[in-house]
């Protein structure tokens, strides 16, 4: 079986073939033009992903080795992320299966980041734990078989990702801020400053960030011009450290409350080197079963999209041409 899969829910363009669990190739195509935005801009994400969509489409075939003829199953994603990228991407998808009177499979985003682990480790046995932390989700969800899912916690403000991008703007780092912030805590001391760790009363399994964000930019605007430059990778590094500490924290609660020792971290974030660090330490304290994806596999891709909708086609689902893009899709869906 070929399928294809498609992934535009924000600014990659991107397409992607599996042959019966192999994956064949895996384009994406980025789209440079929102870097002096400091940020993804809906419009011209949706303009450049309606002109790179054939093209992306075409790449993927040729780098497959098939033509269009070929495919016997096409997926797209249909939710969450900006509606005009939704758009585009499921738009062409139902069309395209249309056309080769082939099964359509809409494909939830964060269901591709649950099973993105799978494309390196096919043998990766459910259930496990999965701590998605990307720009726009932090949710650690215990995932027990296909489309059936607990989430056990989640952020109730700021995704991770979002908070590493808000506090580059405050010390004034370049957009993306994931990267720019890991690069330069390295040249500092995550113990200068004790940044918060917000505890969730009702829910410790979930998550904060907001008070984080509003900790270092009060900190940071009390600091002189010359303070500010001086001290500026000790911020990043403390920082860094709350976001770590929170993330491994009720990874921690979450194996202790399930007793399940498997777990994924997926998702743009899942690729920051104190993070990946921590789960290596945390794996070796607890004899954890971990698994952190490629970096291809861990930001926006149609591989993750592909082997969800692989994962779904042979447990029977299908869907209509009718479906319509869910830019608020949760992940029980």
């Known amino acids: 079986m070929n399928l294809l899969a498609i992934e535009t829910s924000c600014d990659e363009t991107a397409a992607a073939v599996i042959r019966d669990g192999e994956l064949l190739c895996n384009i994406v195509a980025s789209q440079e033009v929102h870097l002096q935005y400091g940020g993804v801009v809906p419009e011209l994400a949706s303009r450049a992903h309606m ?61 591709g980041h649950l099973f993105s682990a799978m494309l390196e480790h096919p043998t990766l046995e459910m259930p496990f734990l999965c701590l998605i932390v990307s720009g726009g989700h932090t949710i650690l969800a215990e995932v027990r078989g296909v489309g059936d899912y607990v989430i056990l916690g989640q952020t109730r403000d700021d995704a991770a990702g979002e908070a590493f991008d808000k506090v580059a703007k405050i010390l004034e780092l370049p957009y993306p801020g994931g990267p720019a912030i890991d690069k330069l805590a390295r040249q500092g001391n995550p113990e ?134 869910a830019p608020n899709l949760p992940l029980t869906s």
Do not use: W
């Open 51 to 111: 002109a790179k969509m054939v093209p992306i489409v075409h790449k993927a075939l040729e780098t497959s080795g098939l033509s269009l003829q070929d495919i016997d199953v096409v997926a797209a994603t249909y939710g969450p992320g900006l509606i005009g990228s939704l758009l585009v991407g499921l738009t062409f998808a139902k069309g395209l299966a249309l056309s080769l009177k082939c099964p359509f499979l809409g494909i939830n985003h964060l269901e």
């Open 192 to 325: 200068a400053v004790a940044f918060p760790v917000a505890r969730i009363k009702d829910n410790p399994l979930d998550f904060s960030f907001s008070g984080l964000k509003t900790a270092v930019l009060y900190h940071y605007q009390a600091l002189s011009e010359e303070q500010r430059e001086k001290n500026r990778a000790d911020i990043a590094a403390s920082f860094q450290k709350a976001v770590v500490q929170a993330l491994i924290s009720n990874i921690k609660k979450a194996i202790n409350r399930t007793g399940i020792r498997r777990v994924v971290v997926a998702g743009g974030v899942a690729r920051n080197s104190a993070l990946a660090a921590a789960m290596a330490d945390l794996a070796a304290e607890e004899n954890l079963e971990y698994y952190i994806p490629a970096a291809q596999f861990c930001t926006d891709n149609a591989a993750m999209i592909a082997k969800a909708a692989e994962l779904r086609y042979h447990a029977g689902y299908r869907s209509s041409l009718a479906l319509s893009a």
